[in-house]
């Protein structure tokens, strides 16, 4: 899972939008296994890691929920014959 504050960008960028008073950056949650068939998975906040390869590099490495710009779900590899189905996906305080 990703989540991309508002002012994200590339890592080189020479300068990121703060008007949101965020600083930029993007962060993530490391890879989750599915099991196979329906289960809820809580992706806790506290687990977020920032990303190196997106986003600015040099931000405070704290998430500013106050300007998220978006939330991913991002599914690697390569082409299969297997498929995800999500149900809800909910934010929660």
Do not use: C
């Not at 490495?61 to 390569?78: N, W």
């Not at 014959?81 to 996906?89: E, P, Q, T």
């Amino acid at each position: 899972m990703f989540v991309d504050e508002a002012g994200v960008g590339p890592p080189d960028a020479q300068d990121y939008d703060m008007t949101a008073g965020d600083d930029g950056e993007s962060f993530l949650i490391g890879p989750n296994q599915g099991f196979g068939g329906r289960r809820i998975i809580q992706f806790e906040l506290n687990r977020l890691e920032p990303r190196l390869d997106w986003g600015n590099q040099q931000g405070l490495r704290k998430v500013d929920l106050h300007a998220i710009k978006g939330v991913s779900l991002y599914f690697y590899g390569g082409q299969s014959n297997h498929s995800v189905k999500v149900y809800s996906l909910k934010l929660k305080r």
